[in-house]
């Protein structure tokens, strides 16, 4: 068994994710997620995720580590500011981020998550 995943090798056809957040507050997205590898228990996953514009309200029940490699974002967690990401910014959505997700221009990123 190989030990190394590298994206570049894998070819995986997207999935059409169905709505995955609390509430949609704009647009009409459609995001597809494009699952390259996975714990044998499915406690973590890896890939990509893109998304067409839209805002949503978001409450995260996952670890979500994301590096953006397309388009733009903003998320705004309740009570605090607004912080707009794009190209190259790479964060940390915490179990508990609760607010709001706008996808300002076609988005892609890449993404591992584990669930707690």
């Known amino acids: 068994m190989n030990h190394l995943v590298a994206f570049r090798d894998r070819q995986v056809e997207p999935a059409i ?23 044998d228990d499915g406690q973590v996953s890896s890939g990509f995720w893109s998304a067409t514009p839209a805002k949503w309200r978001m409450d995260y029940k996952v670890w979500e580590f994301c590096q953006i490699l397309e388009g733009t974002c903003v998320i ?22 609760c ?18």
Do not use: H, M, Y
């Open 99 to 116: 607010g709001t997700w706008e996808v300002t221009s076609p988005l892609r990123k890449a993404f591992v998550i584990r669930r707690i």
């Open 17 to 39: 994710n169905t709505p995955f957040f609390a509430e949609l507050l704009s647009g009409n997205p459609t995001t597809r997620a494009w699952r390259i590898a996975a714990a």
């Open 76 to 97: 705004t967690p309740d009570g605090g500011a607004l912080q707009e990401f794009g190209p190259g910014d790479t964060f940390v959505c915490e179990p508990g981020l």
